[in-house]
Every structure is written in C-alpha cells, then in structure tokens.
C-alpha cells in the first residue's frame, strides 16, 4: 500500500517524539528507555531490568507478557510504578518487527500534576506536542481563579450578614424595625425637632393566631402596616418593635387635639375586620403617646418608657383606648399599671 | 477592564508606594467604589482615570509607571502567580517570545472573560523579534515592555525591548534577543511548592 511503507526511526529520534518510552526485547528485559524514565529511576539500571520488576500491569489483568500487551495494540494500559508511591501510569504497547521486541510509551495521565513535583519534571521533558503543560498551566490558573472567586464569595458572604444586622426593616410588614426607630430618634432629639412618640399594641391579635393560625395573623399585621401608613404622613415613622407592638413618630406633631383624633382614626381603621378565606379577623388596638415637649431634655429610652405606660394605662381603661402620658398619673393605677412600671 | 487587572495594578501600587496612596487615589476617583473585585468588570475609562490619577499623585510619567507594573507583574513575590503563568509559556526565552501569541488564548482558558490584546510575533532572525499587536490601547506597550525585560531577567537571557512607533496604531515593539544564556535566571520548577 503506498504511503505505508514502514519508517525506520532511531533511538534519539524516539526520545524526542516520546521521552517517556522504552523498548523491551523479547524476554521482557528493558534494551532502551526515554530520557524521563531516567528521571523516574535517578539511580538508574533502567535498561537491563525486567520490565515486569519496575512495573505493575494493573489492566489488561490476565496480561502475563509483554507479547500479550502488544497484541492488544491500541488499547490503554494501565501500570503501576513498583516504587513507594505506586505512581499511577498510562502506556501503549505495539509490537516491533521481526521479533525485535515491544515498545511501550508511558505517560503519567491524571497522576501528572504529582509525578511532575515527585520526579521533578522541567518542560523539557516532555514532547513539542504533549499537551501535559497546558494542562499544568491549567490547573495552576484555575487554583489561582478559584481562589478569587472564593474570597470574593467569602466577601459577599460577610457583606450579607452585615446588611441583615444593618437591616432598617421588618421583613414581614416592611415598616421600620427598632433599628431604624431608634435611629430616627437620636436624629430628632439631637436636631430638637419636637415629635409625638406614639405606642401601639393590637388588642385581641393572640386571639386571632389562637384560632385562624398564623397566616390569617400574619395578614392582619400587613393590613395593620397598610392602615398605619396610610394613617401617616411621609415624614412620620412607623416601626414595629414586637410581635404585635407598633411604634410611631409624628415628626413637628405636637397638638394634643389632632394627635388624638389620628389615634382615635387609627383604632376605627384597625378594628375593621379583615377577611381571611370565608373567616374575619377582628382585632383592635390601645394606644399610648408622649410628646417631646413634655421634657426639658428629651431622651429616646425615657420617652418610649413613658409611652409604654401610657398604653398600659389604655389597656386598663378596657382596650381600644388612646391616653397621654402627662393623663396616665391622673389615671388610677390598675394590674396593666403596675406591670408596665416594673417592667420600666 | 477585567477586575483581575485592576487589582493587579492595585497590588503594584500598594507593594510600591503603601496602602495609604492607593486608599486616597481610590477615593479620589470618586466613583462609589470602596474595593476593587478581581472577578468584576470596570469600565475601560476609570481604569484610565486611575492610571493617569496613579501617575500625577506619584510625581510620575504615565509610561514609567506603567513599565514599572510590568517588571512587578514578573519580579515582585506578590505576583508570583503571574510569572509563573508565564514560564508555562516557554522552556527559554525564544520559546517565551513564541508563546505571546497564544497568551490571550491561554489567559481564555483559565479565565473566559479576560480578553487580552492579541498579538503577534515575527522573527527576522539574528535574535531579532518584532512585536505587534493591533488591538491594543497604547497603554499596553509600556506594560508589555516592563514585563519583556523583566521575563529576560527571568530566564537568564540578555534583551532589548524598544517601542517603534507606527502610523497604523496599536503597539510596536522590536525585541533584540542578544544572548539567550546570559546569566543564570529564576528557574522554574513545573510543579508549585505547596502553600
């Protein structure tokens, strides 16, 4: 057949085209080996050994010659080396005319990235057209963009719990949560712009989650957020700082007159039922203020302390009340009282 | 401009000049950024801004500083990373000039998208190389000439690196190989220390 005309190539033209190679005779016993198997074997005595002695036929099993090896040419074989590490070897076998043995070419495959450190491979041990450091260059850039992009998860991650422990909403209503509430408070006190502190604690919402579960509360409580923004102008805060608990600020809304007819308003609004499948929900609220005129130097903590009371003092007075704190001392002290007070 | 670069031109300048200089030149940029990510995209301008803002707070000209980046991108111990990506490229110095046309696919394969100008190499013999990219900004010639010089050194070889204008744009350089084995270089060991 033309262009088969079989190609007679010497020792060192092998050792370029396959540095890892060697040639065994018939017996089994190495005649040749590439230049890298003297880097596998640095003590030498590479040619001369058994080939069985240096290496370990993983696959094809039954294989008990190198003959057997060779006539099944073109398929892998699988080696061990018989030294400490077992190092993992590929080759392939073909058998060489007129019986002057086999030549096997070996090569590291996936093992590569430690053979290169173990036998301390340079790029010249390997041929022009081995792609075996490009793939070392590879594996180096994909450690090294890996480990960008693992700081940079790393990063994320902590910006991520920062913001949620930064967080200025509830999750559930989108109000402000106390955070931002009491953010809002230190900005108002330090500028002395006055403001009506306003306590708002639903009635009968315990209730509604007893019975109608805690999907029909949670969308009270988002009805409630509704009604509270929409009760409200935009410069006003409206926080919920509890399960069921609101607080909010009327930012330069200190008539005692139109306070209480927004609170009043308020309670009407929330105690309208809310719809839950073929259920209603009914809920009311109580309702304390204080206002930042009533202190010479006002102070965030005192003042939800005060508006805290107030609302206790609404709770005795039968719920769905609205009271001042400066009314709260003329109002008998009941039950609620003394708990609101101690828990100051 | 692939955050890669940037932050490797962050590195160049904190390894050089402090932490402080680059905290202020970032702030002075004034462009809402607090860090620069590697694996982010930035907008090919404030890469500019930053180098010319680099330069002036540095008491430098541009071309200096951006010949200085080079050599760090090879030389410094912080940017090993980078030259040894780079001495995968070659076994000597001529096999490293070779390389340089395959670098933007190479840089492809381990980061998909930084692309890097493509360039091209010819060799007139006697040692002597022209380099021409013609999709490059000319920012890149300066850096490319930093880090020629500075893979010589790496290799041991003794070389010329010269810009040579051109009126077709992009970037020129003749590259004079004047001796190959000329001191002993960094070596490279293939596999990396570990750590």
Same mark, same amino acid.
């Given at each position: 057949m033309r262009g088969e005309l079989p190609i007679g190539l010497g020792p060192a033209a092998l050792d370029r085209l396959m540095p890892m190679h060697l040639v065994a005779d018939g017996?089994?016993?190495?005649? !040749?080996?590439?230049?890298?198997?003297?880097?596998?074997?640095?003590?030498?005595?590479?040619?001369?050994?058994?080939?069985?002695?240096?290496?370990?036929?993983?696959?094809?099993?039954?294989?008990?010659?190198?003959?057997?090896?060779?006539? #099944?040419?073109?398929?892998?074989?699988?080696?061990?080396? #018989?030294?400490?590490?077992?190092?993992? $070897?590929?080759?392939?076998?073909?058998?060489? +005319?007129?019986?002057?043995?086999?030549?096997?070419? $070996?090569?590291?495959?996936?093992?590569?990235?430690?053979?290169?450190?173990?036998?301390?491979?340079?790029?010249?041990?390997?041929?022009?057209?081995?792609?075996?450091?490009?793939? $070392?260059?590879?594996?180096?850039? =994909?450690? /090294?963009?890996?480990?960008?992009?693992?700081? $940079?998860?790393?990063?994320? !991650?902590?910006?991520? /719990? @920062?913001?949620?422990?930064?967080?200025?909403?509830?999750?559930? @209503?989108?109000?402000?949560?106390?955070?931002?509430?009491?953010?809002?408070?230190?900005?108002?006190?330090? #500028?002395?712009?006055?403001?009506?502190?306003? !306590?708002?604690?639903?009635?009968?919402? =315990?209730?509604?989650?007893?019975?109608?579960?805690?999907a029909a509360g949670d969308l009270v409580l988002t009805e409630v957020a509704r009604i509270l923004c929409e009760e409200t102008r935009s410069e006003d805060v409206v926080a919920r700082v509890g399960g069921d608990e609101f607080v909010l600020v009327f930012t330069r809304l200190i008539e005692r007159s139109r306070m209480v007819a927004i609170a009043e308003r308020v309670i009407l609004r929330l105690e309208e039922p809310v719809r839950f499948g073929d259920r209603e929900a009914r809920i009311s609220a109580s309702i304390g203020l204080v206002s930042s005129l009533n202190y010479d130097r006002p102070e965030a903590t005192r003042m939800m302390r005060d508006a805290d009371m107030a609302l206790y003092v609404s709770k005795d007075r039968g719920r769905g009340r609205v009271t001042f704190f400066d009314e709260a001392h003329q109002a008998k002290a009941g039950p609620a009282m003394d708990a609101a007070l101690n828990r100051g | 401009m692939h955050g890669l670069v940037i932050c490797a031109f962050e590195s160049f300048v904190r390894h050089s000049y402090g932490a402080a200089p680059w905290a202020a030149l970032v702030e002075g940029l004034d462009a809402g950024i607090e860090r620069f990510e590697p694996m982010f995209h930035y907008d090919d301008a404030l890469a500019a801004r930053l180098v010319r803002e680099t330069a002036r707070v540095l008491g430098k000209p541009d071309e200096a500083l951006l010949e200085d980046f080079g050599t760090f991108l090879v030389a410094h111990p912080?940017? +090993?990373?980078?030259?040894?990506?780079?001495?995968?490229?070659?076994?000597?110095?001529?096999?490293?000039?070779?390389?340089?046309?395959?670098?933007?696919?190479?840089?492809?394969?381990?980061?998909?998208?930084?692309?890097?100008?493509?360039?091209?190499?010819?060799?007139?013999?006697?040692?002597?190389?022209?380099?021409?990219?013609?999709?490059?900004?000319?920012?890149?010639?300066?850096?490319?000439?930093?880090?020629?010089?500075?893979?010589?050194?790496?290799?041991?070889?003794?070389?010329l690196v010269e810009e040579t204008g051109a009126e077709d744009g992009g970037v020129h350089l003749a590259i004079r190989l004047l001796e190959a084995a000329f001191a002993r270089g960094r070596g490279f060991a293939l596999a990396q220390r570990a750590g």
């Open positions: 017996d089994g016993v190495i005649t !040749h080996a590439g230049p890298v198997l003297g880097k596998i074997f640095p003590a030498g005595g590479v040619v001369g050994a058994r080939f069985f002695d240096l290496f370990e036929v993983r696959r094809p099993r039954q294989a008990a010659s190198l003959d057997d090896i060779a006539r #099944r040419a073109g398929r892998k074989v699988q080696l061990r080396l #018989r030294d400490p590490d077992r190092t993992p $070897l590929i080759g392939a076998a073909v058998p060489l +005319e007129a019986g002057q043995g086999v030549l096997v070419n $070996l090569s590291f495959g996936i093992a590569v990235v430690d053979a290169v450190a173990r036998f301390n491979l340079a790029g010249s041990d390997f041929a022009a057209t081995d792609l075996t450091l490009e793939m $070392l260059y590879l594996v180096e850039a =994909k450690s /090294a963009a890996m480990a960008e992009s693992r700081k $940079l998860n790393e990063r994320l !991650h902590g910006a991520k /719990a @920062t913001a949620e422990a930064e967080a200025r909403s509830d999750t559930l @209503t989108g109000l402000s949560n106390r955070r931002a509430l009491d953010q809002t408070l230190e900005r108002l006190i330090a #500028r002395a712009v006055p403001f009506t502190l306003m !306590h708002l604690d639903l009635d009968f919402f =315990k209730q509604v989650n007893d019975t109608l579960g805690h | 912080a940017s +090993e990373r980078v030259r040894r990506l780079l001495r995968f490229g070659g076994v000597d110095y001529e096999d490293f000039l070779a390389s340089l046309e395959d670098l933007s696919g190479r840089v492809c394969l381990a980061v998909p998208d930084l692309v890097l100008p493509e360039i091209s190499l010819t060799e007139l013999g006697g040692g002597d190389y022209r380099l021409h990219s013609a999709d490059a900004p000319p920012e890149f010639a300066p850096v490319l000439s930093g880090l020629l010089r500075a893979m010589a050194d790496d290799y041991g070889a003794l070389v």
